[in-house]
């Protein structure tokens, strides 16, 4: 590994995960003395429970080395030595050519393996986002402690909650003749299966309203909840963003700068501020597709428009969550490196912090916009 990516996994050691990465070594130095975390592993191979997961956006040359086309893949790091990580670490790409043979030689995992089963689960969600990924491998029958997922109780109560307001329009469309209390009850019954993914028959009426097959429509639900997540996220997201593009313009390195470094991180904060706000503003043209077909549901009538919105959310939920999951890295990578008390950011450095940033929001946003004209 180069000396950057050296730099960048020794930051990675301290930092909690994040959208983009699982950070499976802080979780075991955090929990590693609970029994739950020995009991409910993510992985049962001792190496991969230690293991960083990335979200890693693909450069050119690493584009052929996956069996299928992408910008983004799971890149799976072993660390070389767990109590240095300036020594760099050993990685493979889920879904890469020869994954199995790799995952073979160096753990002893057969093509069959829980293991390699949750690895695959992994790489099919567009983030690492905590409350998706745990929703994700609930689906694929695996279920590790809480501590492995930095999702807190009050954040899903505020969900619950944000959830519950978003589908009480559906819920008086279908019990117009209940009472308030009694619609309130069927909302909060409702708004808990949708967020667990619990079959019922409120759930099941509503697919065979909008003639989807069982696969089709629960395949459709994990991605409503995932634009709900992802409109609910948003609401906090848009400020702290809007943060950092100020903060990525004043931000200064320490010690000196020679002429070329100056000149690139004064280009490098244009661009990164007309992305930022660029990807903000594809993410709720996105969000906003759903608010349409959704509201053609409950308020005009029209049942067929959602259940093309359903239809197509999952290519649109991978979409939407790659772009989020950029935005969700900058601004917690910033308010981690940027903390009261850290050390001060060299020019190199900074250089490194600038280029990352970009490459994570380059071309997604376009992605974005498309699918918001194709929808219009």
């Given at each position: 590994?180069?000396?950057?990516?050296?730099?960048?996994?020794?930051h990675?050691?301290?930092?909690?995960?994040?959208?983009r990465?699982?950070?499976?070594l802080?979780?075991?130095?955090?929990?590693?003395?609970?029994?739950d975390?020995?009991?409910?592993?993510?992985?049962?191979?001792?190496?991969?429970n230690?293991?960083?997961?990335?979200k890693?956006?693909l450069?050119?040359?690493?584009?052929?080395?996956?069996?299928?086309?992408?910008?983004?893949a799971?890149?799976v790091?072993?660390?070389?030595?767990?109590?240095?990580?300036?020594s760099g670490?050993?990685?493979?790409?889920?879904?890469?050519?020869?994954?199995?043979?790799?995952?073979?030689?160096a753990?002893g995992?057969?093509?069959d393996d829980?293991?390699?089963?949750?690895?695959?689960?992994?790489?099919?969600?567009?983030?690492?986002?905590?409350?998706?990924?745990?929703?994700q491998?609930?689906?694929?029958?695996?279920?590790?402690?809480?501590?492995?997922?930095?999702?807190?109780?009050?954040d899903?109560?505020?969900m619950?909650?944000?959830?519950?307001?978003?589908?009480?329009?559906?819920?008086?469309?279908?019990?117009?003749?209940?009472?308030?209390v009694a619609?309130?009850?069927?909302?909060?019954?409702?708004?808990?299966?949708i967020?667990?993914?619990?079959?019922?028959?409120?759930?099941?009426?509503l697919?065979?309203?909008?003639?989807?097959?069982?696969?089709e429509?629960?395949?459709g639900?994990?991605?409503?909840?995932?634009?709900?997540?992802y409109?609910?996220?948003l609401?906090?997201?848009?400020?702290?963003?809007?943060?950092?593009?100020?903060?990525?313009?004043?931000?200064?390195?320490?010690?000196?700068?020679d002429?070329?470094?100056r000149?690139?991180?004064?280009?490098?904060?244009?661009?990164?501020?007309?992305r930022?706000?660029?990807?903000?503003?594809?993410?709720?043209?996105?969000?906003?597709?759903?608010?349409?077909?959704?509201?053609?549901?409950?308020?005009?009538?029209?049942?067929m428009?959602?259940?093309?919105?359903?239809?197509?959310?999952?290519?649109?939920?991978?979409?939407?969550?790659e772009?989020?999951g950029?935005?969700?890295?900058?601004v917690?990578?910033?308010?981690?490196?940027?903390?009261?008390?850290?050390?001060?950011?060299?020019?190199e450095?900074?250089?490194?912090?600038?280029?990352?940033?970009?490459?994570g929001?380059?071309?997604?946003?376009?992605a974005?916009?498309?699918?918001?004209?194709?929808?219009?």
């Amino acid at each position: 590994m180069t000396d950057r990516t050296i730099r960048n996994l020794a930051h990675l050691r301290r930092s909690a995960s994040t959208a983009r990465v699982l950070n499976l070594l802080k979780v075991s130095e955090d929990n590693g003395t609970d029994p739950d975390w020995a009991a409910r592993p993510m992985f049962r191979t001792p190496a991969l429970n230690r293991s960083l997961i990335i979200k890693h956006r693909l450069r050119r040359n690493e584009i052929d080395l996956l069996r299928s086309r992408r910008q983004v893949a799971t890149k799976v790091v072993i660390p070389i030595d767990m109590a240095e990580l300036k020594s760099g670490g050993r990685y493979v790409f889920v879904d890469q050519h020869g994954f199995e043979r790799a995952m073979r030689e160096a753990f002893g995992l057969h093509p069959d393996d829980p293991d390699m089963a949750t690895l695959r689960l992994m790489d099919t969600v567009p983030s690492l986002d905590p409350f998706l990924l745990r929703e994700q491998l609930r689906r694929g029958g695996v279920d590790p402690a809480p501590c492995y997922f930095a999702i807190s109780d009050a954040d899903l109560l505020r969900m619950a909650a944000f959830v519950e307001r978003e589908i009480q329009p559906l819920v008086a469309l279908s019990a117009q003749s209940f009472g308030d209390v009694a619609i309130e009850q069927s909302v909060r019954r409702m708004a808990a299966k949708i967020l667990s993914n619990a079959p019922g028959d409120r759930m099941e009426a509503l697919g065979v309203t909008l003639r989807l097959e069982p696969d089709e429509y629960q395949e459709g639900v994990f991605c409503w909840k995932g634009f709900l997540y992802y409109k609910w996220l948003l609401t906090t997201l848009l400020f702290e963003a809007a943060v950092v593009a100020e903060a990525v313009w004043n931000v200064r390195p320490a010690g000196p700068i020679d002429k070329a470094a100056r000149e690139y991180l004064d280009r490098g904060r244009g661009v990164l501020r007309h992305r930022i706000g660029r990807a903000c503003d594809a993410v709720g043209e996105t969000l906003r597709i759903y608010d349409d077909a959704y509201a053609a549901l409950t308020i005009d009538g029209r049942p067929m428009l959602f259940r093309d919105f359903l239809l197509r959310a999952p290519d649109m939920f991978t979409a939407l969550g790659e772009q989020l999951g950029a935005i969700q890295h900058i601004v917690s990578f910033w308010r981690f490196r940027f903390s009261p008390g850290a050390a001060q950011v060299s020019t190199e450095e900074l250089i490194d912090i600038f280029m990352d940033f970009e490459t994570g929001l380059r071309g997604r946003d376009e992605a974005m916009i498309d699918y918001a004209t194709v929808a219009a």
